[in-house]
């Protein structure tokens, strides 16, 4: 082992990992908190574990036959199946784009007080993905680092909400390694499957398969693509284990805080904090409900301006982190179903309109609560797009004929 070498395969895993960090995870793991405690703990664990053996199986495809994913569906399918999975990994993108424009709308419109409307945020999405691109001209290993850092920033904002909450360690634990749901119903239901929509994205297994392409790997030594593959899962190891405790963070934080709360526990404390924003919460007794937006409106009425301040940056580094992953899926799956060499410029101008469109119209005539709720229905489209990214992934590499020596057993 060589930390030298491993140094040199990280960053793969890493842009792959954004895919657990974007908005609509962050949402799925607040609200799975605020309506059933630390009970689906587990339910992430499970979740984050089964989409690490994934991306390990897409990572292995793409070191072992120098092809990606969307590749090699485009080799080994007919015309009309190659079709349908390139429509469905489409549909999926541009559902995870729309949640980083939700998101990043968002936190811009508590960060400027109010003041910059969800509208106006959605507008300054569109173009933040184009002062990615620019980033993309100075070479793959300055926007790794980077993502390192909009990572970074995700674990010390979150890390801030979680050490100012205190939650119940006692609780966490038992939450994460007692698979239980005692008391649960269909809300809690719907949130577990919700978790496993947001956590394993279609999209990220045909991103993983052709980032680790950047490596240079001599195939035809055996020796080689074996350490290639053992250093890519060791560094995805590292990566979605980041990753899971960032969304740790956030579960046990509206767990602990905000489980079996009422709406007028919560007006009262905003009345009492002076916040402007105490008219989201009627004052009765229906149990609290919450999003991306009334999440950093709680946090900041229980634990101060700071928290809700807080909280809005880490959500503006999670929809702009996850920005550039859903354009590089993009362009790969493109390229690899259709052999279209479109510009970058010309795919992100695409596919952003697409998912800009009705997430403007919703801003514009819609409020802030109507556009977080469109979250929830994105989850769970992100769910049904699975069997169509899984199919191709164990497929293939099980296959001798696509994998040679390294095709899986069972």
């Avoid at 959500?315 to 060499?341: H, K, P, W």
């Avoid at 795919?347 to 309109?353: D, G, I």
Wanted: charged share 15%; hydrophobic share 50%.
């Amino acid at each position: 082992f060589s930390f030298r070498k491993l140094w040199a395969f990280t960053g793969p895993g890493f842009l792959m990992s954004i895919a657990y960090l974007d908005p609509g995870n962050i949402e799925s793991d607040l609200q799975s908190g605020a309506v059933a405690g630390f009970k689906l703990l587990w339910v992430l664990l499970l979740a984050t574990i089964i989409g690490l053996l994934l991306q390990r199986l897409a990572a292995r495809l793409g070191v072992v036959t120098g092809l990606h994913l969307a590749e090699v569906c485009n080799r080994q399918y007919q015309k009309f199946p190659r079709i349908i999975l390139w429509l469905m990994v489409e549909l999926a993108i541009i559902g995870s784009d729309m949640q980083e424009v939700i998101g990043s709308a968002i936190a811009i419109n508590l960060l400027s007080v109010g003041k910059i409307p969800l509208w106006g945020g959605v507008l300054i999405t569109i173009a933040d993905t184009f002062v990615f691109l620019f980033l993309d001209k100075y070479g793959l290993r300055k926007l790794e680092a980077f993502f390192g850092l909009l990572i970074t920033i995700m674990a010390l904002t979150f890390g801030y909400e979680y050490i100012t909450v205190k939650p119940n360690q006692e609780k966490l634990l038992q939450g994460l390694f007692i698979p239980y749901c005692r008391g649960c119903g269909t809300p809690q239901l719907v949130q577990a499957v919700g978790i496993v929509g947001a956590v394993i994205m279609p999209h990220n297994m045909y991103l993983h398969s052709a980032l680790v392409k950047s490596r240079q790997v001599n195939r035809a030594d055996k020796r080689e693509v074996r350490e290639a593959n053992k250093y890519f899962f060791i560094e995805s190891c590292i990566a979605l284990f980041v990753s899971f405790i960032i969304n740790i963070f956030v579960v046990t934080v509206f767990a602990e805080a905000f489980f079996n709360k009422t709406n007028a526990d919560v007006n009262q404390v905003c009345a009492n904090s002076s916040s402007p924003h105490s008219s989201l919460f009627p004052n009765n007794n229906d149990t609290l409900e919450v999003d991306i937006y009334k999440g950093g409106v709680v946090l900041g009425c229980y634990f101060g301006p700071a928290a809700l301040y807080i909280w809005a940056i880490g959500i503006l580094a999670a929809g702009q982190s996850s920005t550039m992953t859903g354009t590089y899926s993009g362009q790969f799956v493109m390229e690899g179903f259709l052999n279209l060499r479109w510009s970058r410029f010309a795919r992100v101008l695409l596919t952003r309109s697409i998912a800009v469109t009705p997430t403007l119209f919703v801003a514009i005539f819609q409020d802030v609560e109507h556009l977080t709720g469109m979250n929830d229905f994105l989850n769970v489209l992100m769910s049904l797009q699975l069997p169509f990214a899984l199919i191709p992934v164990l497929t293939f590499t099980s296959l001798p004929s696509v994998m040679r020596d390294f095709a899986n057993g069972l």
